[in-house]
């Protein structure tokens, strides 16, 4: 593939699906306590070949946070357990939600695997055009998947309370308006609530077409961001609630040309705790 956008079409995908180079990954998740859960969704219906990445298990489980980034060495043996190897092709989908694949998309381009892409409308899209399911899991031969991690790619907690006095780096929030302000309380427990001081705020799904699924085309991403004051020409670090939907940020700012972005991975499930570093409510 030599596009540079990160996106596929089903079509693109259901004209590929026999390649034995192209891995297809479902990446679906859901928040703590949400049923069915994703695996289950996944075991009940997929797109055929595909197998599932759970984003709790490729993680660090060392950690007392949500789906920290794992060692490279843990993401190369998952990974190669799902039976990727180094030279194929990736195409990462979730459940249309648009909540996990590019956290996962975001993982492999830190972890140097840069041949990955996301399907544009995820599942919902692909069952809305009639294409085929299968049920049951797949079970693939594992595959040789080297990982070398680029730290550049993640923000630790550190690194963004010193950017408060700095601001060398903008700060955007993926979360919904009313958890950005502190209006409400935040869902997992124990969190304060608001956001960073000093941080946009752009809630994911407004970058998503409602109708169909897919993402917005590019000016209205261009839009979006500006509408939330951001500047995409100068260094930006995205956020969420627990470096997950953060990611939809990530990849629109990258479809917009932005390298050099990068992901809070701890989020405000570790800003947030009690006793945290500084907390903003209200607008930005």
Known sequence: MTTTDPLVSTEWLAAHLGDPKVKVVDASFKMPGVLPLPIDDYLAAHIPGAVFFDVDAVSDHGSDLPHMYPSEEQFARDIGGLGISSDDTVVLYDAGGWVAA????????????????????????????????DAGKVTPQPGKFSAKFDPSYVRSKAQLVANLDSRTEQTIDARAANRFEG????????????????SRNLPYNELIDAA??????????????????????????????????????????????????????????????????????GAA
């Open 102 to 133: 590019p956290r996962a998309w975001w993982m492999f381009l830190s972890f140097g695997h840069t041949n990955v892409r996301i399907l544009d409308g995820g599942l919902k899209k692909w069952r809305a055009e009639g294409r085929p399911v």
């Open 183 to 198: 209006s409400v309380a935040e869902p997992r427990p124990g969190l304060r609530s608001g956001h960073i001081p000093g």
């Open 212 to 281: 169909t699924g897919t993402m917005k085309p590019l000016d209205a991403l261009r839009a979006a961001f500006d509408k939330a004051g951001l500047d995409i020409a100068k260094p930006v670090v995205t956020t969420c609630g627990s470096g997950v939907s953060a990611a939809v940020l990530t990849l629109a700012l990258y479809r917009l040309g932005v390298r050099g972005s990068a992901l809070y991975d701890g989020s405000w499930s570790e800003w947030g705790m009690q006793n945290g570093p500084p907390v903003a409510t």
